[in-house]
C-alpha cells in the first residue's frame, strides 16, 4: 500500500551519511526550480510503474530520461534511450525493502499536484497483479 511521507519526516529516518543528505536536499532543490510542486510516497515497484502510469495518461509524458523501457506498465515504446520534455517528473530516493522504496513526484502545476494526492489512495499493483494486496 502507498504511504505519502514528508520530505523532512523521510530525511530524519534516512540512515545516510550527512553528506549524502547534503546532496539529496541540493539536488531536491534543483528539481523543484522547475517542479515546484512535490509528493513524496513510499511504495512497491509495481505501485511505482502503476502511478507512474496514471500521471502520463493524465498530464503526457514525464520530463527527462524515458524509463519505461524497464516498466511493468509500460506507455512508451522507444527502445532506444531517449528523454522527453514534459510537465512532471519523479525521482526514486532509495529501496526500503525488497521490491520497495521512496519515490517523489514533481509537477509544474498545482492543479497537477492536487489531482495526483487524490489519486495515492488507489495506487495499487495494477492488473499485472490480481492477487497482491494494497
Known sequence: MAILLNFG?????????SDYQKEEIEARTKR???F???VMVELSYPELDFANRWCWQQFGPGDG???QK?????????????SHSGVWTNYW???TDYNFGVNEWYFAHQ???ELFLEFVP?????????????
Do not use: M, T
Open 65 to 67: 530520461d524515458c524509463s
Open 111 to 113: 492543479a497537477n499536484c
Open 9 to 17: 519526516d523521510y530525511l530524519l529516518r534516512e540512515a545516510g551519511s
Open 70 to 82: 524497464d516498466s511493468e506498465y509500460r506507455v512508451c515504446l522507444i527502445e532506444e534511450p531517449h
Open 93 to 95: 530516493f532509495e529501496k
Open 36 to 38: 515546484p510542486h512535490a
Open 122 to 134: 488507489r495506487i495499487n499493483w495494477g492488473e499485472s497483479f490480481p492477487d497482491a494486496k494494497g
Open 32 to 34: 523543484l526550480l522547475q
